[in-house]
């Protein structure tokens, strides 16, 4: 069995296209524990590679062999810790197979199921923010007829992250225009204000060690391209509130407006690490080593307010290129490609092979090839 206290040597990151990933190993890297990071996705063509010690190409977390799939690489790579990062399709599979993982001694970094589960439902979770008596926008189910009193409104889908499927609409005509051919969506108050990201660390349930709030100045895609820290207690102390009361042990992301009044609204919460964690670490608080502290139950000190605030980030384009001999170029750097992962595994001890087809049902997801999709960001659909 799986001992907490076993030092945190190998890691291996899912939705290695997305900046978080990205953000996650820079910061693994300044920590220096970890000696190999290995990141996975759907598609070799990833610029990850060019920052991982191998790379594992992964179905889509919308299939089923998925779970199965990180398990298999998990084994082979002898990894310690698998971290996901994509609440909404990676973080439910991972969730059931917890026991196969922990039968080879990898640990994952996963919240409790009812924090997905809620996190993920916009609507579940704007109740929970008023059973907290926490101040959030406006939330109620869409449906044909029903009153708004106010615009403009947000029409979002009721699951899922980022601005996916949410539209801005200005009248009730362009509401339903909007929802035609939907279903399961909210409307939600377009609150005004200032956009804050605030990055968590939760070293044990009910105890926040950490709060960095982070003006969201220019966004693309979801994703912060500008920001900027602030000490701000008003925002890092409702932030705390929702988070402890939550349970939560390990990363979380809070969204939010703040007003013109000083008021802050919370509208999403995110239990993994954020997409601009970079920028925590460059103010001071390194979220990758607080992880594997946490990991290997060392003592966690808090680190409330220690941050450096008014520090900026300005994001920039930059480009990773493959040589025809599988060398990676990072701007002028060569270095070797990171290792390959075989096409055919060897599969995991026949016992645990037997009991994942079991769980999952299906046949077995190396009798035949899986078809790959492209990826965009490294986002799964």
Do not use: C, W
């Given at each position: 069995m799986t001992r907490s206290k076993d030092p945190v040597r190998r890691i291996?990151?899912?939705?290695?296209?997305?900046?978080?990933?990205?953000?996650?190993?820079?910061?693994?890297?300044?920590?220096?524990?970890a000696d190999f990071i290995a990141a996975g996705d759907m598609n070799e063509l990833n610029a990850t590679r060019a920052f991982s010690d191998a790379f594992v190409v992964l179905p889509p977390a919308t299939q089923p062999e998925f779970a199965t799939a990180c398990l298999e690489a998990a084994h082979r790579l002898q990894i310690d810790l698998l971290v996901p990062l994509i609440v909404e399709s990676e973080f439910l599979p991972l969730d059931d197979a917890r026991a196969r993982f922990e039968a080879i001694r990898c640990r994952v970094l996963l919240p409790p199921r009812t924090i997905t589960?809620?996190?993920?439902?916009?609507?579940?979770?704007?109740?929970?923010?008023?059973?907290?008596?926490?101040?959030?926008?406006?939330?109620?189910?869409?449906?044909?007829?029903?009153?708004?009193?106010?615009?403009p409104v947000y029409l979002k889908p009721r699951r899922g992250s980022g601005s996916v499927?949410?539209?801005?609409v200005d009248s009730l005509q362009s509401l339903h225009e909007a929802a035609q051919g939907r279903s399961d969506l909210i409307v939600q108050e377009a609150v005004e204000g200032t956009e804050f990201t605030v990055d968590c660390f939760a070293a044990e349930p009910g105890r926040v060690v950490a709060a960095v709030p982070r003006e969201r100045i220019a966004i693309k895609a979801g994703v912060s391209v500008k920001g900027r820290t602030y000490h701000h207690p008003?925002?890092?102390?409702?932030?705390?509130?929702?988070?402890?009361?939550?349970?939560?042990?390990?990363?979380?992301?809070?969204?939010?407006?703040?007003?013109?009044?000083?008021?802050?609204?919370?509208?999403?919460?995110?239990?993994?690490?954020?997409?601009?964690?970079?920028?925590?670490?460059?103010?001071?608080?390194?979220?990758?080593?607080?992880?594997?502290?946490?990991?290997?139950?060392?003592?966690i000190a808090d680190f409330s307010g220690r941050h450096r605030a008014g520090v900026v980030m300005m994001r920039y384009w930059s480009e990773v290129f493959e040589e025809s001999d599988g060398r990676l170029r990072l701007g002028t750097q060569?270095?070797?490609?990171?290792?390959?992962?075989?096409?055919?595994?060897?599969?995991?001890?026949?016992?645990?092979?037997?009991?994942?087809?079991a769980e999952e049902g299906m046949v077995d997801p190396l009798a035949a090839p899986v078809a790959h999709e492209s990826v965009d960001g490294g986002k799964r659909r």
């Open positions: 291996l990151i899912t939705a290695a296209g997305t900046v978080t990933a990205q953000s996650l190993i820079k910061a693994l890297r300044d920590d220096g524990r589960e809620r996190t993920g439902d916009k609507l579940n979770f704007a109740r929970y923010l008023d059973e907290l008596g926490i101040p959030g926008p406006q939330t109620a189910p869409y449906s044909p007829g029903m009153p708004v009193k106010r615009f499927g949410t539209t801005r008003r925002i890092e102390a409702i932030v705390r509130n929702v988070v402890e009361a939550s349970g939560l042990r390990g990363p979380a992301n809070v969204q939010g407006m703040l007003r013109d009044d000083g008021s802050f609204s919370i509208i999403e919460m995110n239990p993994r690490f954020s997409g601009t964690l970079a920028l925590t670490t460059a103010a001071g608080i390194n979220f990758a080593s607080l992880m594997i502290d946490m990991i290997e139950e060392r003592h060569l270095r070797p490609s990171a290792q390959a992962i075989p096409a055919q595994p060897e599969g995991l001890p026949p016992k645990l092979e037997a009991e994942g087809r």
